[in-house]
T-cell receptor, first 108, second 113 residues
Framework: GQSLEQPSEVTAVEGAIVQINCTYQTSGFYGLSWYQQHDGGAPTFLSYNALDGLEETGRFSSFLSRSDSYGYLLLQELQMKDSASYFCAVKGNTPLVFGKGTRLSVIA | DAGVIQSPRHEVTEMGQEVTLRCKPISGHDYLFWYRQTMMRGLELLIYFNNNVPIDDSGMPEDRFSAKMPNASFSTLKIQPSEPRDSAVYFC???????????FGPGTRLTVT
């Protein structure tokens, strides 16, 4: 089977940097994705890592270590609009299995 | 592109009634996914299609749930009969060749009383 672990809640200050970790167990691994979901909204795709290392997209970066079954999402220069839930998702033998999500609260 | 379109956006029905949720994927996308999201269980994959063919329906909770994709631009998820525990937000998503980057519709919030 497949399972993912990520913190349920994180609070950070506007302008700061926050890291959201994700560990996974899966049979057959192809990659780790990250999605953002605002309250009442739909998940939106942020990034995908198939290989070890860091992928950067603007203020957001995502990291993967396949040997450690671990990844993280790094958000820099936090803005109030970044307050949302963030989901890691692993592609194994099924298209995507989602973690339970991390609720990020950005405070002034 | 208009994105993934779902209807209705909200549905309130009584236990025992039939519910049909509809989805129009993004044109040209090969994959279509149906998800259910609740606070307790998170985001669960129910079923997915590739080129209109159901590939994996192991996430469909019971025989009360069925899904079809008669053509590349339309899919339905049907619950018959509905039960209160089916109350959730149901999302449809589509993706091009790579199913890692999925585009979600706005969701249908279903309430079964």
């Amino acid at each position: 089977g497949q399972s993912l672990e990520q913190p349920s809640e994180v609070t950070a200050v506007e302008g700061a940097i926050v890291q959201i970790n994700c560990t996974y167990q899966t049979s057959g691994f192809y990659g780790l994705s990250w999605y953002q979901q605002h309250d009442g909204g739909a998940p939106t795709f942020l990034s995908y890592n198939a290989l070890d290392g860091l992928e950067e997209t603007g203020r957001f970066s995502s990291f993967l270590s396949r040997s450690d079954s671990y990844g993280y999402l790094l958000l820099q220069e936090l803005q109030m609009k970044d307050s949302a839930s963030y989901f890691c998702a692993v592609k194994g033998n099924t298209p995507l299995v989602f973690g339970k999500g991390t609720r990020l609260s950005v405070i002034a | 592109d208009a994105g993934v379109i779902q209807s209705p956006r909200h549905e309130v029905t009584e236990m025992g009634q039939e519910v049909t949720l509809r989805c129009k994927p993004i044109s040209g996308h090969d994959y279509l996914f149906w998800y259910r999201q609740t606070m307790m269980r998170g985001l669960e994959l129910l079923i997915y299609f590739n080129n209109n063919v159901p590939i994996d329906d192991s996430g469909m909770p019971e025989d009360r749930f069925s899904a079809k994709m008669p053509n590349a631009s339309f899919s339905t998820l049907k619950i018959q009969p509905s039960e209160p525990r089916d109350s959730a937000v149901y999302f449809c998503a589509s993706s091009p060749v790579d199913p890692n980057e999925q585009y979600f519709g706005p969701g249908t919030r279903l309430t079964v009383t």
